[in-house]
């Protein structure tokens, strides 16, 4: 009994519709169950399937299967036989199978949950909600929604209604669950009752009055209530009409999220009433924000410069690796702290080409390079045009199209023709061209589908006459499931083994320092501890992680460690890690010098990445080389 919320052909079969023929209502109760005959759930399709899937043959043993299920109730039409007397007339048109309750598991109900709470809380649809807000209650750090009045939410109730869960304690129980696993809300308790916290609500606050406060008086709302030194009155930053649709104007709960956030400071005036100054870093004040509201011309942002290391020390070539952040990926659902100009397109390309042209790198290896077929959405083409003009000529290739017509994923590489000779190009699709071969399993083959590519050039320096293969690759974003990241590094480290040549391998790799993917990078080799975690009947592709390349991370090699951080997507929970690197054979290359990155507070003065000095959630990444004789 799968719930109509599901999708997919295979539970579409499975929705009441499709057992419409088979269900009849309880006359006792008056409650919609399924019942259905046994002949018939038998010959069901879907029934047919799950068969299938599980040997089971004997009508016997099924009946003796579903008698022994805690909410099924095996009866012979309405004279109450025991399962005993079914079990021997299995095929009698009288025998029919009834589900007291919905024969589901926690986990699937959870799941439907958790996507009913996605799409409620969701920003777009959070402010057409009217019965939604209405629920609020104003709690000690947010608005807050009890568990109480969210399931009477004609969303909830439905899916309550649908599951036959007429417990109060077992919807509270697994409403609980999927709150766990929604990104948006957060539970806490609130005078003896569970409510769920907007995390949405909480991060469009702070946002919006750090806004508000580096424009100051430049907003014309504000220019006349300033205190001096960057403070303003709270109960004035609550009435100005960009805070007219959050969700609580109550200053005393305002004040206590502003100073848990640590980015704001808090004084009193002669009136012992709140005034609050954004302090973020000792730099944030000198800083602005770009807002675009009426009567405001934003400042435009910086064109910021890249920085080596070193300022002399180039080695024999230099490289370049920067993920750039797709324009479809950058929304402010996504990173409802930036400003307008932070995220916009045209802004962050303009300052993500002065940024690659004040490196003056002699290879640039890019991600995440949006490719599509309407013109306005295909950046790759723009993108390939500009970097020849700067003199570099392009490798580029798109991730494999998925099931709609949407903008792909680009990965490049882009040489200096005057330094570099291409050899030769090649665009690796990991999994239909090196992994889909080696997986028995259709289990297998749904489990590690990936549409991501790995772009290769073999290219000569012309100065040196030395050969070496470029990769510019961009792993999945599955940190749960490492065994599929591993998977797709695996499959390009075998392409790149049977080259024989010295490697240079860039890109981001959604892994942090000591995790497996930067294990078997580092070290040659990745034995997991135990098996991996993997649905039944998935077959590993490979079975073992190596590769014997002897590679080495140029920023551990110079420095003795990884950066800090080269990727910040602030918010709630906030995510600051390491994850893009660039490997080189350490046989055939010395880390002469590297890029300098900005700290994590850096990263944070504007409460995450992108910011108005930062055009990506990611930091390039360079290191020059020189070849070993």
């Excluded at 010295?502 to 294990?519: I, K, M, Q, R, Y």
């Excluded at 690197?581 to 990155?597: C, D, E, G, H, T």
């Amino acid at each position: 009994n799968t719930g109509h919320h599901n999708t997919g052909d295979h539970m579409a079969r499975l929705s009441p519709a499709g057992l419409k023929l088979m269900s009849k209502a309880d006359s006792d109760t008056g409650m919609s169950m399924l019942v259905s005959t046994l002949h018939s759930l038998f010959s069901h399709e879907s029934y047919q399937e799950i068969l299938r899937l599980c040997s089971a043959k004997n009508e016997q043993v099924q009946c003796e299967k579903l008698a022994g299920l805690p909410r099924v109730k095996v009866v012979l039409d309405t004279q109450g036989l025991p399962p005993e007397a079914i079990l021997q007339a299995a095929r009698d048109p009288r025998a029919y199978l009834q589900v007291i309750g919905p024969l589901v598991c926690r986990k699937q109900v959870q799941e439907v949950l958790r996507a009913a709470l996605d799409k409620m809380f969701a920003d777009n649809h959070y402010y057409k909600d009217l019965r939604l807000r209405q629920m609020r209650v104003e709690g000690p750090s947010s608005g807050l929604y009890p568990f109480s009045k969210l399931l009477t939410h004609p969303t909830l109730e439905e899916i309550v209604k649908w599951y036959g869960m007429t417990d109060p304690s077992l919807q509270r129980d697994e409403l609980a669950g999927a709150v766990r696993h929604c990104p948006f809300v957060t539970a806490e308790d609130y005078q003896g009752e569970p409510c769920v916290s907007h995390l949405c609500i909480r991060d469009r606050i702070i946002k919006e009055i750090s806004r508000l406060l580096r424009l100051g008086s430049s907003d014309a709302t504000l220019r006349d209530y300033g205190a001096g030194q960057g403070f303003y009155p709270l109960y004035q930053i609550l009435a100005h009409p960009r805070m007219e649709d959050l969700c609580t104007k109550e200053v005393d709960i305002v004040l206590e999220m502003l100073r848990d956030h640590g980015a704001f400071k808090i004084e009193a005036d002669e009136n012992n009433q709140p005034l609050v100054c954004f302090v973020g870093n000792t730099n944030s004040l000198s800083r602005t924000v770009s807002v675009l509201s009426p009567g405001f011309t934003p400042a435009p942002a910086s064109n910021p410069q890249l920085q080596w290391r070193t300022a002399h020390d180039h080695g024999d070539f230099t490289v370049l690796s920067y993920n750039i952040l797709a324009e479809f990926y950058a929304t402010e659902e996504k990173f409802p702290y930036a400003s307008e100009m932070a995220i916009n397109w045209q802004s962050r390309w303009q300052r993500i080409h002065s940024e690659i042209k004040s490196a003056h790198a002699s290879i640039v290896c890019l991600q995440e390079m949006q490719h599509a077929s309407l013109p306005a959405l295909d950046h790759q083409s723009v993108i390939r045009k500009e970097m020849e003009d700067l003199g570099y000529r392009a490798v580029v290739g798109a991730n494999m199209q998925t099931t709609f017509d949407g903008p792909r994923l680009g990965v490049g590489v882009f040489y200096r023709d005057s330094e570099f000779e291409l050899l030769e190009e090649k665009i690796v699709h990991l999994y239909r061209d090196h992994i889909e071969p080696r997986l028995i399993t259709t289990e297998s083959q749904y489990f590690f589908r990936s549409p991501h590519i790995a772009v290769l050039s073999r290219l000569l320096h012309r100065r040196r006459a030395r050969e070496f293969v470029l990769a510019s690759l961009h792993v999945s974003c599955a940190y749960l499931q490492p065994v599929k990241q591993l998977t797709q590094v695996q499959a390009c480290l075998d392409v790149l083994r049977l080259s024989g040549l010295p490697v240079v391998l860039c890109g981001d790799f959604n892994a942090t320092p000591e995790s497996p993917v930067h294990l078997l990078l580092a070290h040659g080799e990745y034995k997991p501890r135990g098996p991996f975690s993997v649905p039944d009947n998935v077959i590993l592709p490979y079975a073992k992680f190596r590769h014997g390349l002897g590679l080495e991370s140029v920023y551990k090699a110079l420095t003795g460690t990884e950066p800090e951080v080269t990727s910040v997507c602030g918010g709630h929970p906030l995510f600051a890690e390491t994850i893009d690197y660039i490997f080189v054979s350490s046989n055939a290359f010395s880390v002469k010098n590297v890029l300098k990155l900005p700290s994590r507070e850096d990263c944070l003065t504007e409460l995450g990445l992108p910011d108005t000095h930062h055009p990506s959630d990611h930091l390039p990444i360079g290191a020059a080389l020189s070849f070993i004789a």
